[in-house]
Structures are given as C-alpha cells and as structure tokens.
C-alpha cells in the first residue's frame, strides 16, 4: 500500500515539473515574440517610486540654464571678436585705421605694443590709438610696414586728461604696471572712486571725449596735489586689433 502511494505521488510531482517548464517555455516565447515589452513596462511600474523627484528636476534645468548661458556669452565674445577682425568699430571715420597686434610688451618698464601698419599705410608719429573699449596710447615711431604704440601704463607716457564728473583737468602718467596715475594740482579737487577719465578737450595731442579709465582709488596724503589710480578701459594684453585715429588736431 505504501509502495502504490509512492508511485502515485511521484507520477503527480514528474506531471506538475511538465507543466512547470512548459509554463516557463511559453513566457519566454511571449517575451521572445513581444521583443521585452512587457518587461519595460512591468518594470516601469516597479521603479516609479524611486523616480527623481522635483528637487532633481530643478537642479537639472538650472544646470540647462547655465549651459544656456555660457553658450551665449561665448557667441557675444566671438560676435566680438569677428567685428573686431572685420575692423566694424562703432567709428564710422574712414579715415582711421584698422591694424592687427603682432608683438606686445605689456609687462616690466617698456610698455608697447607693434602694428602691422606702418607709413606705407599712412600712419603718422603721434597718431593716436584706440581699442575696446577706450584710448590706448600713441604711436611712438613707425617703418614701413609696422608702427610702434606706446601705452598708457609706460612711463614716457603723459597725456593730458578730464574727470568728466567734475569738468576738472588733470595729467594722466605712466607708472610702468597696469595702473597708470591721475595727478590733479589742487589739494581740493573733486574727485570720487568710480569717477570716469576721458581725454581733455583741451589737450593738444588727443582728440577731446575719448574714454580712458576708472579712478580705483584716490590718495589725498600730498600737501598740494591729489593723485589717483586709474583702471584702464583698454585692456592692451587682450587686445588683437586696434584703431589708428587720423585726426587733425
């Protein structure tokens, strides 16, 4: 008796591991057939939960933002940039002259920069140069085909200068470094950080309302004078391309 319960219960366990497979067989050939679908979708619901959230969803479009961003300001720069090359200043003198960079010294005492235009294309000792953003220097000495300028912040240069806040009238010299000193003769003068600096209209070696710099701070220590530190517009270290202004002055 226990002998045929044996043989029964393992016929139904041999029947039950039939079907077993069979069952595994067709899923497989389901999934086969519906290329993974179920399976994506199925575990499209199990993982719901663990989602990103809001938090995430804003921390990703701030960093869209930011790529945004970056994208344009370096788009300007370039706008920049080819305007420059294309010599399409906000100048519309015919008369000047567009000239590329192609050798600086904007460190240690000499401080110049060398054209690639010289008297062949009409440049003249004393023309004066300008760049983004403001007045740059003169033009020291020329050859044929290039001319040497020299900078605010060298030390053989002195121009003549207007705080245009206060219409008062100071000499702007070189210090040889990046900052280049405004010397006002009077002890009361009216002069303010943040204050602009532009070319004199009385001066006679630039043209008048040319943009130079920033006062960045003012020293008031002299009995008889006050001096100030001046902050370049043109910033000749970056600068590539120039204009050469032929005025008559």
Same mark, same amino acid.
């Given at each position: 008796?226990?002998?045929?319960?044996?043989?029964?219960?393992? %016929?139904?366990?041999?029947?039950?591991?039939?079907?077993?497979?069979?069952?595994?067989?067709?899923?497989?050939?389901?999934? %086969?057939?519906?290329?993974?679908?179920?399976?994506?979708?199925?575990?499209?619901?199990?993982?719901?939960?663990?989602?990103?959230?809001?938090?995430?969803?804003?921390?990703?479009?701030?960093?869209?933002?930011?790529?945004?961003?970056?994208?344009? *300001?370096?788009?300007?720069? !370039?706008?920049?940039?080819? %305007?420059?090359?294309?010599?399409?200043?906000?100048?519309? *003198? *015919?008369?000047?002259?567009?000239?590329?960079?192609?050798?600086?010294? $904007?460190?240690?005492?000499?401080?110049?920069?060398?054209?690639?235009?010289?008297?062949? #294309?009409?440049?003249?000792?004393?023309? $004066?140069? +300008?760049?983004?953003?403001?007045?740059?220097?003169?033009?020291? &000495? +020329?050859?044929?085909? $290039?001319?040497?300028?020299?900078?605010? $912040?060298?030390?053989?240069?002195?121009?003549?200068?207007?705080? #245009?806040?206060?219409?008062? &009238?100071?000499?702007?010299?070189?210090?040889? #470094? #990046?900052?280049?000193?405004?010397?006002?003769?009077?002890?009361?003068? !009216?002069?303010?950080?943040?204050?602009?600096?532009?070319?004199?209209?009385?001066? +006679?070696?630039?043209?008048?309302?040319?943009?130079?710099?920033?006062?960045?701070?003012?020293?008031?220590?002299?009995?008889?004078?006050? +001096?100030?530190?001046?902050?370049?517009?043109?910033?000749?270290?970056?600068?590539?391309?120039?204009?050469?202004?032929?005025? &008559?002055?």
């Amino acid at each position: 008796m226990l002998i045929i319960r044996r043989i029964s219960s393992s %016929r139904w366990w041999h029947k039950k591991k039939i079907w077993l497979f069979f069952g595994i067989f067709l899923f497989l050939v389901f999934v %086969r057939i519906s290329k993974g679908y179920l399976y994506k979708d199925f575990f499209y619901f199990i993982s719901k939960p663990f989602w990103p959230g809001q938090f995430q969803k804003e921390v990703i479009l701030k960093s869209v933002d930011q790529e945004y961003l970056i994208k344009l *300001n370096l788009l300007k720069k !370039d706008n920049l940039r080819l %305007r420059e090359i294309l010599s399409l200043q906000q100048s519309s *003198n *015919n008369d000047n002259i567009s000239a590329a960079v192609i050798s600086r010294k $904007t460190g240690g005492w000499w401080r110049q920069i060398i054209l690639n235009k010289g008297s062949k #294309d009409g440049v003249e000792i004393g023309s $004066t140069v +300008t760049g983004p953003g403001g007045l740059l220097g003169r033009v020291s &000495n +020329t050859s044929l085909f $290039t001319s040497s300028v020299t900078l605010l $912040t060298s030390p053989e240069s002195k121009l003549g200068v207007l705080v #245009d806040r206060s219409q008062i &009238n100071g000499l702007l010299v070189g210090s040889g #470094d #990046d900052h280049p000193r405004l010397i006002l003769y009077s002890k009361d003068a !009216d002069i303010k950080v943040g204050d602009l600096v532009s070319s004199s209209p009385s001066s +006679t070696l630039l043209p008048p309302n040319i943009p130079i710099g920033i006062v960045q701070s003012v020293d008031e220590t002299l009995q008889s004078k006050k +001096t100030a530190k001046i902050s370049l517009l043109a910033k000749p270290h970056v600068i590539d391309w120039v204009q050469i202004l032929k005025v &008559n002055i």
